[in-house]
């Protein structure tokens, strides 16, 4: 499924347009990002979290040339499943 089918599905279930529904998809997901780009958790019950891991800076290898290299340290997001969502997938 791509944006443009989620947005047609949530037009449908919440019985909106599909422009209105698009705002609403836009606007969640550019609130998600924001928040954690800004380092906070988003916490929807049922659903899941999203938020940001720091992964440490560490030795990596250029497998061309086999020369050692380092690969700084960054932000990423992660997405952890709730358990409501994980039982939905496992059925």
Do not use: W, Y
Not at 51 to 57: A, K, V
């Amino acid at each position: 499924m791509n944006k443009t089918e989620l947005i047609a599905m949530v037009s449908e279930k919440a019985e909106i347009s599909k422009k209105d529904a698009e705002s609403a998809v836009n606007a969640m997901i550019d609130t998600i990002i924001q928040s954690v780009a800004d380092g906070e958790e988003i916490r929807i019950v049922g659903f899941g979290t999203f938020e940001c891991h720091e992964r440490g800076e560490r030795t990596g290898c250029n497998p061309q040339t086999k020369e050692k290299i380092i690969i700084p340290a960054t932000k990423v997001p992660a997405f952890k499943p709730g358990k409501a969502f994980k039982d939905a997938v496992n059925k």
